[in-house]
């Protein structure tokens, strides 16, 4: 199966957006953190792992799932971008592709539209480098806050990698200067919202799936992008209160052939797209399955961009006895897994949940 998403959005917009079934743990892996203070970034090691050839990426499924870790930030400041890169035991490069999914996540700050964790920065093995122009925006971090760190790799190459490590660095701006002039915030809306994955099962035909909320701070959306699956038509963010369709796009072909690109919206030349606390905000993912068959976790649509809250508005933390977040938590954590409907179900109606995790 393949994966949509809005790779167009390098050098200039956000953290990215935004994922193989029996999923194996992995063991005696490490995550860790160095920063280099001179070049004003650090890394986040994941690994050594091992990687045997495991076949197509949704074919002869096999994954590694390295312990979920937490790190913290090394530093006062402001990120700006990220990058990553595979190498193996011998510091060799690893294609990239061997990464399904890494995902970074804030336990202590709530996201836009949900009491859940914030999530900073995701990536894929189809994710380019990211970068927001240094000088004008940035997001706030301090040092000691808390990052999550959950990642997923697969191996559908016909090589096997021995002692590979996943080489993830966040470039940043340090503070007393005076740039950044903008401090932003990562935001995102999931079809799939609240918790549980991020993925359903595909039915034939035409299907949607929308999920609709309201924002917790006043502000504007600066840049949007989304993530989608392989026979999405369609991924749209509009004001349930007012109709406005704020954010329209359709999968498309890229200049080498594949079908994995997502149109980004950039509102930076109106200032930015304002969203109130009292509007509704709902996302619509839209899909054409041709298979006469159910694809087993088949769908998914997320939108995600960069807000510049209102002046004067603060962003949120966390509410560690809310419920969603609680959920939510166990989910990133690997505590449940499943859909929310399979989380949620009795115990005599659960039934095994798809495996292909998000």
């Given at each position: 199966m393949k994966h949509f998403s809005s790779v167009t959005m390098t050098r200039k917009n956000l953290f990215t957006l935004l994922l193989v079934l029996a999923p194996s743990a992995a063991a005696a892996q490490t995550v860790r953190v160095v920063n280099d203070d001179a070049q004003s970034r650090f890394t986040i090691l994941i690994g050594p792992i091992e990687l045997p050839v495991m076949g197509e990426h949704h074919g002869a499924h096999g994954g590694i799932l390295p312990p979920v870790e937490t790190v913290s930030f090394p530093m006062t400041g402001y990120l700006t971008g990220f990058s990553y890169d595979v190498v193996d035991q011998d510091g060799k490069t690893v294609p990239n592709q061997v990464v399904h999914h890494l995902n970074f996540i804030d336990p202590d700050h709530r996201e836009l539209f949900l009491p859940i964790s914030r999530r900073v920065a995701a990536a894929g093995g189809e994710t380019g480098d990211q970068a927001m122009p240094w000088f004008l925006f940035g997001l706030p971090v301090n040092k000691g806050d808390r990052l999550v760190v959950a990642a997923m790799l697969h191996n559908p190459t016909s090589t096997a990698y021995h002692g590979a490590t996943v080489r993830f660095t966040m470039t940043y701006q340090k503070t007393g200067r005076p740039w950044p002039l903008f401090p932003i915030q990562p935001f995102q809306v999931d079809a799939a919202f609240p918790f549980g994955d991020k993925s359903w099962d595909l039915p034939p035909g035409a299907s949607s799936r929308s999920w609709e909320g309201k924002p917790a701070v006043n502000g504007k959306i600066l840049i949007m992008g989304g993530h989608l699956h392989e026979y999405a038509t369609r991924l749209r963010f509009q004001d349930a209160t007012t109709g406005k369709l704020i954010f329209d796009a359709t999968p498309y072909m890229d200049d080498n052939g594949n079908v994995n690109s997502l149109t980004t919206s950039s509102f930076l030349k109106n200032l930015g797209m304002k969203v109130d606390t009292s509007h509704l905000y709902r996302v619509t993912v839209d899909y054409?399955?041709?298979?006469?068959?159910?694809?087993?976790?088949?769908?998914?649509?997320?939108?995600?961009?960069?807000?510049?809250?209102?002046?004067?508005?603060q962003w949120l933390a966390t509410d560690v006895k809310e419920f969603l977040y609680v959920m939510d938590r166990k989910h990133y954590m690997r505590e449940v897994t499943g859909t929310m409907a399979v989380i949620m179900a009795p115990p005599a109606d659960k039934k095994k949940p798809a495996e292909h995790k998000h």
């Open positions: 054409q399955n041709p298979k006469p068959d159910t694809m087993p976790s088949g769908g998914m649509g997320v939108v995600a961009g960069i807000f510049l809250p209102s002046s004067g508005e």
